[in-house]
Every structure is written in C-alpha cells, then in structure tokens.
C-alpha cells in the first residue's frame, strides 16, 4: 500500500511540474506574440504619423511651386495608395508585408522628389513651414526605421523561442507560427542618386 502512495505521489508531482512547465512555455510564448504584434502596430503607427503629415507639407508646397503640380500629384497619389494597404497580426504573410513595403517606397520615393522641388526653389526652402514639414517628415522617418527595427527584434525574438525544443512542440500544438520580418526593399542597398 505505502508503495502504491508513493508512486501515485511521484506521479502526481511530475504531472505538476510538467503541468507548470507547459504553462510557463505557453505563457512566455503569448507575451513574445503580442511583444512583436504591438511592434507592428508602432510601425504602421509611424507610417500614418507620415501620411498624416503629407497633407500639410503638400498644400504647403502648392503655394510656392504651383507648377510642379506633377510632382504634388505624385505624392497625394502615392500617400493614398500607402494608406490603402493594412497588415493585420493575423494575417502577416511576406507577401502581404512586401506590398506593404512596396507602397511605402513610392510614397519615400515621391517624398524625396517633393523635397528635391523645396531645394530647387530658395522662397520655399526658406519659408518657416516648409522647414518645419521637412524636420518633421525627416524625425518621421527616423521613428519608422526605429519601429521596423524593433519590431523586427520582437519577431527574431518570438521566433527563436517558438522554434526551441521543447518549445517548438507546444508551439506547434497550439499554433504559434512563425513570423515575417521587415526586410529591405529591392535596391535598397544602392545609395540613391540625388539630381537638381
């Protein structure tokens, strides 16, 4: 009898330990997934902190330099499409994250042009809102490239810890995938080239 209790004790104290294991891995796996999701949400945060701000260095610009109409046209219509496109933490796949990326490169790519017509005409470089809009859209940038690198520090992060043994089986049996980085757009790794 005494040694059925022990046993049944033993069992019971292992099933308890795995039992709190399991539950500390699913745990820490659930903190790590919203870590990375609310990464993600600061970066769209930042990318529309940048669409919000178009407008105004837009009408700003059209004042000074209405005949580049092109060129502002450019940028409202690249603003509308990058505002267009949502990710959602469900539904993060790398293709969605490309078109994603790919939208927020034209509407980078129209912004510099903009600020190429600011440099090619002195009155509106030197008006006091146009420099604000440019501190403003450069600050922009900056915390977008923060907030891409953080967040993709909390995917490398959660990634890493779903993919562990033997985490990797719980992670597996209550469907923790794996997510997508940020990664640089195509042509990135050349400098741009800057005409005026």
Same mark, same amino acid.
């Given at each position: 009898?005494?040694?059925?209790?022990?046993?049944?004790?033993?069992?019971?104290?292992? %099933?308890? *330990?795995?039992? +709190?294991? =399991?539950? /500390?891995?699913?745990?820490?796996?659930? $903190?790590?997934?919203?870590?990375?999701?609310?990464?993600?949400?600061?970066?769209?945060?930042?990318?529309?902190?940048?669409?919000?701000?178009?407008?105004?260095?837009?009408?700003?610009?059209?004042?000074?330099?209405?005949?580049?109409?092109?060129?502002?046209?450019?940028?409202?219509?690249?603003?509308?499409?990058?505002?267009?496109?949502?990710?959602?933490?469900?539904?993060?796949?790398?293709?969605?994250?490309?078109?994603?990326?790919? %939208?927020? *490169?034209?509407? +980078?790519? =129209?912004? /510099?042009?903009?600020?190429?017509?600011? $440099?090619?005409?002195?009155?509106?470089?030197?008006?006091?809102?146009?420099?604000?809009?440019?501190?403003?859209?450069?600050?922009?940038?900056?915390?977008?490239?923060?907030?891409?690198?953080?967040?993709?520090?909390?995917?490398?992060?959660?990634?890493?810890?779903?993919?562990?043994?033997?985490?990797?089986?719980?992670?597996?049996?209550?469907?923790?995938?794996?997510?997508?980085?940020?990664?640089?757009?195509?042509?990135?790794?050349? %400098?741009?080239?800057?005409?005026?």
């Amino acid at each position: 009898m005494k040694k059925s209790l022990i046993t049944i004790i033993v069992i019971a104290v292992v %099933a308890l *330990g795995l039992f +709190s294991w =399991a539950t /500390g891995a699913y745990n820490s796996m659930v $903190e790590m997934q919203e870590k990375a999701t609310t990464s993600l949400a600061n970066v769209q945060s930042a990318y529309q902190r940048r669409a919000d701000l178009i407008p105004n260095l837009v009408e700003t610009v059209k004042g000074y330099a209405a005949h580049e109409k092109e060129t502002l046209e450019g940028v409202v219509n690249a603003r509308a499409k990058a505002t267009s496109i949502n990710l959602e933490a469900g539904e993060l796949t790398p293709e969605k994250l490309q078109q994603f990326q790919a %939208a927020q *490169g034209e509407l +980078s790519s =129209a912004l /510099g042009r903009l600020i190429a017509v600011g $440099e090619a005409y002195p009155d509106l470089k030197a008006n006091e809102n146009f420099r604000e809009l440019q501190v403003q859209l450069e600050g922009t940038e900056n915390r977008i490239n923060e907030a891409r690198n953080k967040y993709n520090t909390a995917v490398q992060d959660y990634n890493v810890t779903i993919r562990r043994f033997p985490k990797n089986i719980f992670a597996g049996m209550f469907g923790f995938d794996k997510m997508t980085k940020f990664e640089a757009e195509a042509g990135a790794e050349k %400098a741009p080239e800057v005409k005026f």
